[in-house]
């Protein structure tokens, strides 16, 4: 049976920790000393160019400004996601005279710079898309032969965040090409968070990412294929991450992220149940929590989802440990780990249900790694209701209903007094 015709629960537990994890050195330029938070446009709305037939949700600077607006208005700036991203299908299909890089002035009739100075305006943080190669994937101008010309363009449009492709380029050249693009940004002078899609095409090469390099390149890199708004596809991306977390999780912490992808909560594929266990893994995973969703008719309880402050607390946390995958259950049960400041770690469990029962669960305290104290209390932490006092050596039993359900507490030693998120 596929996996979207399961029901998929989470739980999510807040402990004192009893370990850390080693990290190694990396790129060292100020920058996205947290996952970064923010919205961008290609998962809800692709390459959609078209502004007659599709006035509303073309790529153009009508739909970016009405985004920008809601997402200070609807409250996610004040919740963290500062960035507004262009993904692909902006440009002019040519450059221009003098070989720069510039807009489909159709659809961005006032400029990438007015368009990047009115975000600016607003609070927020602009990012823009290219590609490495001749082209990008929608067969755009790459930056391929303009790498110091194209950097300088971005920093004289004040853009704050690029995300570099690798379509229609060779994947051999991508060590030493990503390195290029880094210091052709820095070089500019202007601070621009640098997303690689380096690793993913590597992955999927079957070549091996040299992730020291990238991690004194990048803030942040894709490392395997693009999320779809369906529940295959976010629960297929969770099982990479476990499989691969070892040889991912050294080169992951403040300035340089591992990026699973987008947050697609609030668009047409994920049930309620299954946009929160997304949510809650990327949030366990300190993955970058950017958001590819029309804010003019998200759901209520996609965007209660999304603006968690729990799960946001737990995702930028400052010690940027990516969360890891602990245990295998029966039944498919996965419990995930995350080490948080002020000695409390994350859990996640998460498993598949496809009965039309609840979930019974019973988990030793020791399985999860406390032993440190001899008593925890526990909280749950979308209400901050006392949910009881467990000794190091009970078990902590749980029931999650079918269809997909999150349960979120966090746990600390019983003589301390509750710190809330």
Known sequence: MKWSQHAINCLIVFVICDSCFHRVSSLENGLLRQPPMGWLTWQRFR???????????????????????????????????????????????????????????????????????YVHSLGLKFGIYEDYGTQTCAGFPGVLGHLEQDAKTFASWNVDYLKLDGCNADIKDFDTGYPSMENALNATGRPIAYSCSWPAYQEYSKIKPNYSAIAQT???????????????????????????????????????????????????????GQSRAQMALWSIMAAPLILSVDLRTISDWA??????????????????????????????????????????????????????????????????????????????TFHDEFHGKYHKTDRYNFTINPAGDVHAFYVEQAVIKSQKF
């Open 47 to 117: 390459c959609v160019t078209d502004c007659h037939q599709n006035p509303d949700s073309c790529i153009s600077e009508k739909l970016i400004r009405t985004q920008a607006q809601l997402l200070v208005s609807g409250g996610y700036l004040a919740a963290g996601y500062e960035y507004i991203i262009i993904d692909d299908c902006w440009l002019n299909q040519t450059r221009a005279a003098d070989g720069s890089l510039q807009p489909d002035f159709d659809r961005f009739p006032s400029g990438i710079r007015a368009l990047s100075d």
């Open 218 to 272: 990048c803030n942040l890199w894709r490392n395997w294929g693009d999320i779809d708004d369906s529940w295959d596809s976010v629960y297929s991306i969770i099982n990479w991450f476990g499989d691969n977390q070892d040889r991912l999780s050294p080169f992951h912490g403040p300035g340089h992220w591992n990026d699973p992808d987008m947050i697609v909560v609030g668009n047409y594929g994920l049930s309620p």
């Open 303 to 380: 965007r209660e989802i999304i603006l968690n402050k729990n799960l946001i607390a737990i995702n930028q946390d400052p010690l940027g440990v990516m969360g890891r995958r602990i245990l295998k259950l029966d039944g498919d049960v996965q419990v995930w780990s995350k080490s948080l400041q002020d000695d409390r770690t994350a859990f996640v469990a998460l498993f598949p249900q496809p009965y039309g029962t609840p979930i019974h669960m019973s988990i030793l305290l020791t399985d999860l790694g406390l032993g440190r104290f001899d008593e925890y209390d526990f909280f749950e």
